[in-house]
């Protein structure tokens, strides 16, 4: 059983596919960590960057790390105005977030950021992904997070959206050279 579930972690469904993800991804970032990282750092042999903004899901990411045997580097960083609408992570600490992503797991910052806080990931992170790289936003029902896969569709059109069958909605954004690969998430 994986420690998913509730508020503020994905479903156990979610970490499965986050977990089959990171198993063929070397570079992953995650927009939030707690057990999402313990998932993605135990599942990949590659390396595991995660930005969050609560000191109490740093405690979370790092506890379920040390339970698992894994590691990660955890970017602890506040969040700063990044447009009239959102906060976001500081641009000078996307520094270190590694070019070439395989993996993005967006499941941060919270709802409390802005009217569409996870959208940023898109012009921030987007153009870090691999050419093969994937991302994977966890919570695609609600409404914020459909505001910004509208966005991103409109924005970075050869990223087809993949919703899946997770009970949080998870959507998978896949570029589109991979068009001719079965999705059955």
């Given at each position: 059983m994986?420690?998913?579930?509730?508020?503020?972690?994905?479903?156990?469904?979610v970490l499965m596919?986050?977990?089959e993800k990171a198993a063929a991804s070397s570079e992953i970032v995650l927009c939030g960590g707690g057990t999402a990282a313990a998932v993605a750092a135990k599942a990949t042999?590659?390396?595991v960057t995660i930005l969050e903004t609560c000191a109490r899901m740093i405690?979370?990411?790092?506890?379920w790390l040390d339970i698992v045997g894994a590691e990660a580097c955890i970017?602890?960083?506040?969040?700063?105005?990044?447009?009239?609408?959102?906060?976001?992570?500081p641009r000078h600490v996307l520094n270190r977030v590694p070019n070439h992503v395989d993996l993005l797991f967006i499941d941060g910052p919270g709802h409390f950021a802005?009217?569409?806080p996870r959208w940023p990931a898109g012009p921030e992170l987007f153009p870090r992904l691999a050419p093969s790289g994937i991302v994977l936003l966890d919570d695609g029902r609600r409404v914020k997070e459909k505001k910004a896969l509208k966005r991103w569709a409109e924005d970075f059109p050869s990223l087809r959206q993949v919703k899946t069958k997770t009970s949080g909605g998870a959507v998978l954004l896949i570029p589109e050279e991979r068009r001719g690969q079965k999705c059955t998430y």
């Open positions: 994986l420690p998913g579930g509730g508020n503020f972690y994905p479903e156990e469904d596919l986050l977990a042999s590659g390396r405690q979370v990411s790092e506890r970017i602890e960083t506040d969040l700063e105005e990044y447009d009239k609408h959102n906060m976001w992570y802005g009217r569409m």
